[in-house]
């Protein structure tokens, strides 16, 4: 199956006339440490652009403190500490009370106890998650906690071997059979990022091909993720927020690429998302 833009019409929906805040999700992003603070702020800025109510990012001090800084639409919530660690998860697990949907992963980096936090609080959660860049390598090490849970893993070619243990192909068909494998085997969804993505639930697959080579800044793996959060948080269930992610991103990304080419930016990409989600 093919991604178009006719699933923007199953995802956006024509809004009530006394619809209010709220109802269109609060997403909760963790991500950021002392040396990134970008990641987390990608996610949510693409998020909101994306149609979510409210973002709150978690992020540890500096990190929480320089995304505050970028807009006046982030809701910061700084940490104590220059990384996530297990003293967090109290007040994580507090943030999460009163959201629809969660991204982890951007930025957070892979020290042991930051994966080990990481799977805590995975563990303890109910609603549907975006796992991405970081929090990918914590779910490799305990595979079991994704089984049968609302969530969408989206690995690039690395992080896919580090959670499926082999080198993915560039192969078409043997690319897209290891996906299904690889959501089948840890019954989720799988959203490999690529030339042409790749997204399945472990029964099918979904092909998208919006993109662009100039996507390969630093940021347009974020914006994917924040995207998919904001979606999710609206209360689209997990493989057509999947699909229709991949396609959102894909579709800013050529939109921008067309206007910036080799200068393209991942805030470029935010920018477009506008105009691409436009039917």
Same mark, same amino acid.
């Given at each position: 199956?093919?991604?178009?833009?006719?699933?923007?019409?199953?995802?956006?929906?024509?809004?009530?006339?006394?619809?209010?805040?709220?109802?269109?999700? !609060?997403?909760?992003?963790?991500?950021?440490?002392?040396?990134?603070?970008?990641?987390?702020?990608?996610?949510?800025?693409?998020?909101?652009?994306?149609?979510?109510?409210?973002?709150?990012?978690?992020?540890?001090?500096?990190?929480?403190?320089?995304?505050?800084?970028?807009?006046?639409?982030?809701?910061?919530?700084?940490?104590?500490?220059?990384?996530?660690?297990?003293?967090?998860?109290?007040?994580?697990?507090?943030?999460?009370?009163?959201?629809?949907?969660?991204?982890?992963?951007?930025?957070?980096?892979?020290?042991?106890?930051?994966?080990?936090?990481?799977?805590?609080?995975?563990?303890k959660i109910s609603i549907p998650c975006?796992?991405?860049?970081?929090?990918? !390598?914590?779910?490799?090490?305990?595979?079991?906690?994704?089984?049968?849970?609302?969530?969408?893993?989206?690995? !690039?070619?690395?992080?896919?071997?580090?959670?499926?243990?082999?080198?993915?192909?560039?192969?078409?068909?043997?690319?897209?059979?290891?996906?299904?494998?690889?959501?089948?085997?840890?019954?989720?969804?799988?959203?490999?990022?690529? !030339?042409?993505?790749?997204?399945?639930?472990?029964?099918?697959?979904?092909?998208?091909?919006?993109?662009?080579?100039?996507?390969?800044?630093?940021?347009?793996?974020?914006?994917?993720?924040?995207?998919?959060?904001?979606?999710?948080?609206?209360?689209?269930?997990?493989?057509?927020?999947?699909?229709?992610?991949?396609?959102?991103?894909?579709?800013?990304?050529?939109?921008?690429?067309?206007?910036?080419?080799?200068?393209?930016?991942?805030?470029?990409?935010?920018?477009?998302?506008?105009?691409?989600?436009?039917?």
């Amino acid at each position: 199956m093919d991604v178009k833009k006719s699933i923007l019409k199953e995802v956006y929906k024509r809004r009530d006339e006394w619809s209010r805040k709220f109802d269109f999700g !609060h997403l909760l992003v963790i991500g950021g440490s002392k040396q990134y603070s970008g990641s987390p702020a990608f996610n949510a800025l693409a998020a909101l652009r994306s149609g979510v109510d409210l973002v709150t990012i978690a992020a540890p001090e500096r990190a929480a403190d320089i995304v505050a800084s970028f807009a006046p639409d982030l809701i910061a919530y700084p940490l104590e500490g220059d990384y996530l660690n297990k003293k967090h998860l109290p007040e994580l697990l507090k943030l999460t009370q009163n959201k629809t949907a969660v991204v982890i992963g951007g930025g957070l980096c892979r020290e042991k106890e930051i994966l080990e936090t990481i799977l805590e609080y995975l563990k303890k959660i109910s609603i549907p998650c975006v796992i991405d860049a970081d929090a990918i !390598h914590a779910v490799a090490l305990d595979k079991n906690i994704v089984r049968e849970r609302k969530f969408v893993i989206t690995p !690039h070619n690395y992080e896919f071997k580090v959670l499926s243990g082999k080198e993915v192909s560039t192969t078409p068909l043997e690319r897209i059979n290891s996906v299904i494998k690889l959501a089948d085997d840890l019954k989720t969804i799988i959203l490999l990022k690529g !030339h042409i993505d790749i997204i399945s639930d472990g029964n099918e697959a979904a092909l998208n091909e919006t993109g662009s080579p100039y996507m390969t800044k630093g940021g347009c793996g974020d914006t994917l993720a924040g995207i998919c959060g904001a979606l999710l948080a609206r209360g689209t269930n997990a493989f057509t927020a999947a699909c229709a992610s991949a396609y959102i991103n894909g579709k800013a990304g050529e939109i921008a690429s067309k206007r910036f080419g080799e200068s393209l930016t991942a805030s470029d990409l935010i920018n477009s998302i506008p105009e691409a989600i436009t039917y």
